[in-house]
């Protein structure tokens, strides 16, 4: 069974529309994460969910808005696609709490996002 | 920036060799981890060492932690062409509502 689930695997779309890539974990988990991957491999935290609420946020634009309808979920909506946002989109989940990162994440296989 | 910088940034042995990256950090840290990422899959957590450990093993793998030279280091030990990937380690700040933060990465090639 896999643990860290995204769909879709690749995402091809044209400039200005809204997409959304979802994300399921089964291993329990308490917290959910989306990061951000550049073509130059450099992978950065965008936010973190821990039990439905959002615990980090960092300077995303407000078009990418993430919903967490249950612990087990994080799906990612991105409004008004640029080109500057085509990268590869990583789900991960670890058992951490609200007081930081001290356990291992899993993450997901990622989601190619191309702007085109 | 906590931002951890690795070294090298590329690397290439023969198989049966070990294989030796460095990764070094800012500032004060909970724990440091250590993920490997195969070329477009998704990254796999390798090994975790707490800020008051100074050592750790895992199979072939030991990782060592120097909190006072803000660095760490990933022996990977008689390599495997299947040890071709790259490699990240990742700081965790001692800090509610903070998230690891991931170094550049070493890209390992491991040729028969």
């Known amino acids: 069974d896999t643990a860290v689930s995204q769909t879709p695997k690749y995402l091809v779309t044209q400039m200005g529309n809204d997409k959304s890539i979802k994300c399921e974990q089964n291993l329990g988990h308490d917290t959910m994460y989306w990061y951000k991957q550049d073509s130059k491999k450099f992978l950065k935290i965008m936010f973190s969910y821990n039990n439905k609420e959002l615990i980090i946020n960092e300077t995303v634009p407000n078009r990418f808005s993430p919903k967490s309808p249950d612990k087990a979920h994080l799906n990612l909506h991105i409004n008004s696609l640029e080109l500057g946002d085509s990268a590869v989109y990583f789900c991960a989940s670890s058992q951490d709490g609200t007081s930081g990162p001290y356990n291992e994440q899993f993450f997901g296989p990622g989601t190619r996002l191309t702007v085109l | 920036s906590q931002q951890g910088e690795e070294d090298p940034q590329a690397l290439s042995i023969q198989e049966g060799e070990n294989a030796t990256m460095n990764c070094s950090y800012k500032t004060s840290i909970n724990n440091l981890q250590w993920y490997r990422q195969n070329s477009g899959r998704g990254l796999v957590h390798l090994i975790l060492?707490?800020?008051?450990?100074r050592e750790k093993h895992s199979g072939r793998l030991r990782v060592t932690l120097d909190t006072s030279k803000k660095s760490s280091s990933l022996l990977i030990t008689a390599s495997r062409a299947a040890d071709t990937a790259s490699y990240f380690c990742a700081t965790a700040r001692n800090q509610a509502g903070t998230a690891l933060i991931f170094g550049k990465g070493t890209t390992l090639s491991v040729s028969s």
């Open positions: 060492i707490r800020s008051n450990e």
